[in-house]
């Protein structure tokens, strides 16, 4: 799966073949943080739905790793003022 399942899988048959098929990813928030190796080297944290043929001989293909991270802008002054504003902002809406 090359990552967790979040989801209770379901099967189904097409034209006589049984298929077991589920979501694959990370939920919630480990999702902003956890992720799992590639063969290349990168680590993936993408979601996908996953689907498997009762008999199948099929492999998944490596798993690709994430885009990078854009550099942040620079800095910004930030008088006392806006400052406070932007502690009240987190602590109303992201602090608890």
């Not at 899988?9 to 590639?38: D, H, S």
């Not at 290349?40 to 492999?59: C, E, P, V």
């Amino acid at each position: 799966m090359q990552m967790g399942a979040i989801a209770a899988p379901i099967t189904y048959e097409v034209n006589g073949e049984q298929y077991i098929a589920f979501m694959a990813g990370w939920a919630g928030a480990p999702g902003l943080y956890v992720t799992v190796p590639c063969a290349d080297g990168k680590r993936a944290s993408t979601g996908r739905i996953l689907a498997y043929k009762l008999g199948g001989d099929a492999k998944l293909p490596p798993a690709s790793g994430p885009e990078p991270i854009p550099e942040p802008p620079p800095r910004q002054p930030m008088g006392e003022a806006k400052f406070a504003q932007a502690g009240a902002l987190f602590a109303r809406h992201c602090g608890f």
